[in-house]
């Protein structure tokens, strides 16, 4: 499979938007994930978002409990882009943003952010988030 290219990355203000987007391979279809991840310096990488492909037209999404009510992720229709919206970006949110996918995943699976899970990654986006 091809590997995920990211893009949009950015230095935004405290406060400010951003959105990533991601371009995955044509053969993530059913029972396939696309997720979000980040690594601040010195830390773990963690999930952030993630799209359950369910069908061609029914996703589900998760969120981690530190995005949830600010980032929205969803796929654009017709397009291999499955992109990140993220508003009231504090500098908590500075970190690089890397897009994952996985095949043939159960809902579950995909719902636990669990970096171990995904097999494709892309190089990563930078976002910085000044005070």
């Known amino acids: 499979q091809a590997q995920p290219v990211e893009s949009g990355g950015d230095s935004v203000q405290a406060g400010g938007s951003l959105t990533l987007s991601c371009t995955y391979s044509?053969?993530?279809?059913?029972?396939?994930?696309t997720a979000w991840f980040r690594q601040a310096p010195g830390k773990e990488r963690e999930g952030v978002a993630t799209?359950?492909?369910?069908?061609?037209?029914?996703?589900?999404?998760s969120y981690a409990p530190f995005v949830e009510g600010r980032f929205t992720i969803f796929r654009i229709n017709g397009k291999n882009t499955v992109n990140l919206e993220m508003n009231s970006l504090s500098h908590n949110d500075t970190a690089i943003y890397y897009c994952?996918?996985?095949?043939?995943?159960?809902?579950?699976?995909?719902?636990?952010?669990?970096?171990?899970?995904?097999?494709?990654w892309g190089q990563g986006t930078q976002v910085t988030v000044s005070s």
């Open positions: 044509p053969y993530i279809t059913r029972g396939a994930c």
């Open positions: 799209l359950y492909h369910a069908t061609p037209i029914t996703f589900y999404e």
């Open positions: 994952a996918t996985a095949s043939n995943i159960p809902k579950d699976a995909c719902q636990r952010r669990s970096p171990g899970d995904f097999d494709n």
